[in-house]
């Protein structure tokens, strides 16, 4: 092998490393930190660029996508003086590349610590119940207060969700009595609505069964009047003689004896009978008259 060879092999090797070591591919999503000569000199964002070998550094690629941090339980105290354990999730971008690299060192780091003494700053202005009944104030409160807090790190913070609060196990447990004594109070509450609607429906029906008992046995009542009157009406139009009373009045006679009674009264003379049917007939006469004639100035209007 030639030298003339072994230079051009060894010069096509040191371009291949000087390109290699110039060119950089950004992926979607990330951005990269140049320095030159150990000083920030630019970002680079997505596609194929371009660096001075030897002279510009490139530091590993930065995610600008949302991030997740899911922080591990904090003891919190309350005001009333109940320890709870609280685990919170973070959601937070990226949005500054070089003030996320040059702002603070250890962000995670940070955010975590920020995120545990701003729970503890505001769960301790809050009674247990207020901590557990006031998730979405806790949560806007938190978001705030770090989303300020990070901006000068380049983080974005977008939402904190309190994951789990675990107040003690006593307290848990009275929780969970009182929650099973007002279910039982509710049920109860409903039985005896129940218990009082059903008998008023039955105090209504029993009401109304009455009520048209009662009209069923008026209507019986005109019914029965009404045919007794029509009845004796037809008697006095037949204008029937002492003859035909007097065998009327031994047939209702007859009719009694076959009947249940124990005891008929049977009267001295027979002819009293024929009275009485003559004696209805003579009062039926005399109001009939009156009637026909109400009943034809009626017709006559």
């Not at 009520?211 to 009404?226: G, M, Q, S």
């Not at 009264?265 to 005399?286: C, G, Q, R």
């Amino acid at each position: 092998m030639t030298p003339w060879l072994i230079a051009i092999i060894v010069v096509g090797v040191a371009l291949i490393t000087v390109l290699s070591l110039s060119i950089r591919i950004v992926k979607q999503g990330t951005a990269v930190i140049v320095e030159r000569l150990g000083k920030y000199y630019k970002t680079l964002g997505t596609g194929m660029r371009f660096i001075v070998p030897f002279i510009d550094r490139a530091l590993p690629p930065i995610s600008l996508k949302e991030q997740v941090a899911d922080f591990k339980p904090q003891p919190v105290i309350t005001k009333d003086n109940v320890t709870m354990q609280i685990d919170s999730v973070v959601f937070f971008q990226i949005v500054d590349p070089k003030l996320y690299t040059y702002g603070i060192e250890r962000p995670m780091s940070a955010i975590e610590n920020l995120t545990a003494t701003t729970l503890r700053n505001i769960v301790g202005e809050l009674e247990l119940d207020e901590t557990l009944s006031s998730r979405d104030t806790v949560n806007t409160k938190m978001r705030n207060i770090i989303d300020t807090a990070t901006d000068p790190w380049g983080i974005k913070v977008n939402r904190v969700e309190l994951k789990n609060i675990l107040p003690p196990a006593a307290i848990q447990e009275s929780m969970e009595k009182q929650m099973r004594a007002e279910r039982e109070r509710r049920e109860n509450i409903l039985l005896a609505e129940g218990e009082k609607r059903s008998k008023i429906l039955v105090a209504e029906g029993e009401k109304e069964a009455e009520i048209l008992k009662a009209e069923a046995r008026k209507i019986a009542l005109l019914t029965e009047a009404e045919g007794q009157k029509q009845a004796i009406e037809k008697i006095v139009e037949a204008r029937p003689d002492a003859a035909y009373l007097t065998l009327q009045g031994y047939e209702a006679l007859k009719a009694m004896a076959n009947g249940e009674a124990t005891k008929i009264i049977v009267p001295n003379d027979l002819a009293n009978v024929s009275t009485l049917f003559t004696t209805i007939k003579e009062t039926v006469a005399t109001s009939s008259p009156a009637t026909k004639s109400t009943n034809k100035s009626s017709h006559k209007k």
